[in-house]
């Protein structure tokens, strides 16, 4: 399966902002598709991640936050972002397994980033 994730720009601080990872060659609901971040002089983060049957994981950072959704017919996976802070400022990338979720070690396949920077 071949992702893209898209949506990324420039946001100011409280603002919110979508993302899309786009699959082709499988279909989303196959897999566990997740959201995975890394900002600047970090570590690779999982942020959400939505599996196969259709619950989600959260991480800390997420939670209250950030909501992940999945729409077959376009065979895209959402991350809706809101309540957003210099904290979120990161390459955001959509990664799919039929395993893990949260765990980037466990991804088999990775969208290149987006990057989505939150600044006034």
């Known amino acids: 399966v071949q992702l893209q994730a898209s949506g990324g720009g420039l946001v100011q601080p409280g603002g919110s902002l979508r993302l899309s990872c786009t699959a082709s060659?499988?279909?989303?609901?196959?897999?566990?598709i997740g959201w995975f971040r890394q900002a600047p002089g970090k570590e690779r983060e999982g942020v959400l991640c939505l599996n196969s049957a259709g619950s989600t994981s959260y991480a800390d950072s997420a939670k209250g936050r950030f909501t992940i959704s999945r729409d077959n017919a376009k065979n895209t996976v959402y991350l809706q972002m809101s309540s957003l802070n210099s904290e979120d400022t990161a390459v955001y990338y959509c990664a799919a397994s039929l395993s893990s979720c949260l765990e980037d070690y466990g991804m088999h396949y990775w969208g290149k980033g987006t990057l989505v920077t939150v600044s006034s």
């Open positions: 060659g499988g279909s989303v609901n196959w897999w566990n």
